[in-house]
């Protein structure tokens, strides 16, 4: 994508994601008792699989709990825990996760695995013809995946690699799909499917290490 494209496809998902929809991050803590024993402590998901909420964009945050509520995101949990939200609680709820802080990931570096994840990382994948190619993530989620809240892309810093590995084949799933009509599980809530084209040419080791790497991102 070349610069100008990337900042037009950023405006509008700008405007698609919300950002400026300032919840109450006081009202949000009241309801977040539920959200606890998965989410962990101030949303440091202690378990692997589940992910870290805490100093995510509130647009990123606002913007998923609508999609499971609509269903453009699909999980049967998330499903049943966004359906008693009004979306003025989403909203509180989004603020106040996004005014916690991430408890910091740490990862071997400089072994095959890190050096393969960072490379992926910073790098994409570019030695391939076109169709093989991988966009950097550096492009969308910055040096230190703090992300660009303003533009929808969200944070990865420090998050739990075994959901993100999970984000990354659900993602790259929806190519799986169409090519072999299977109907496995995808996830396809990303605006212009920026995600789905990155993910779809990632093998599994390549998933692993990148997802190690921003783990140990801070
Ligand atoms: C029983 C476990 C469980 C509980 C309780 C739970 N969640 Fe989740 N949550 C998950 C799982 C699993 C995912 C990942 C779904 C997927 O793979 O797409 C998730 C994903 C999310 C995400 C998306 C995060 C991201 O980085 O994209 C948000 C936001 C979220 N949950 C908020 C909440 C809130 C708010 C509550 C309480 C009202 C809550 N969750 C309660 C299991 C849970
Ligand atoms: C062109 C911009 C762009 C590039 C390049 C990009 N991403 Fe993303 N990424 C996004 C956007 C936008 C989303 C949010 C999708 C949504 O709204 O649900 C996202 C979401 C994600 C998520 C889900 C986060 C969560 O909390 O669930 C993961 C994981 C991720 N990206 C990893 C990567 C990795 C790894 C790479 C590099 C191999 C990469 N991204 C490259 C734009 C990008």
Redesign the pocket.
């Known amino acids: 994508?070349n610069k100008l494209a990337?900042a037009f496809?950023a405006v509008l998902?700008l405007i698609s994601?919300n950002v400026f929809a300032l919840g109450n991050a006081a009202s949000g803590q009241e309801k977040i008792e539920t959200c606890t024993g998965c989410h962990g402590p101030q949303g440091n998901a202690i378990v692997p699989i589940y992910?870290k909420l805490a100093g995510?964009s509130e647009g990123?945050l606002l913007?998923?709990l609508r999609?499971f509520k609509s269903g453009a995101?699909k999980d049967g949990i998330m499903l049943g825990m966004v359906a008693p939200l009004s979306d003025a609680d989403m909203a509180n709820i989004a603020a106040y996760y996004a005014a916690q802080t991430v408890t910091k990931g740490v990862t071997t570096k400089d072994d095959a695995v890190f050096v393969l994840g960072q490379k992926?990382?910073r790098g994409?994948r570019k030695h391939l013809p076109d169709h093989r190619q991988?966009?950097?993530?550096i492009?969308?989620?910055g040096p230190k995946g703090k992300g660009i809240p303003t533009?929808?892309?969200?944070s990865?810093a420090s998050?739990n690699a075994a959901?993100?590995a999970k984000?990354?084949k659900a993602?790259r799933q929806d190519a799986l799909n169409a090519q072999t009509g299977a109907t496995a599980h995808v996830?396809t809530?990303?605006?212009e499917s920026?995600?789905r084209r990155?993910?779809k040419n990632?093998t599994n080791e390549e998933i692993n290490a990148?997802?190690q790497y921003?783990f140990g991102l801070n």
């Open positions: 994508m990337l496809t998902a994601t992910p995510q990123y913007k998923q999609d995101r992926i990382y994409g991988v966009t950097a993530c492009a969308c989620h533009a929808g892309f969200p990865l998050q959901y993100t984000q990354l993602f996830r809530n990303d605006y920026m995600m990155v993910a990632l990148v997802s921003i």
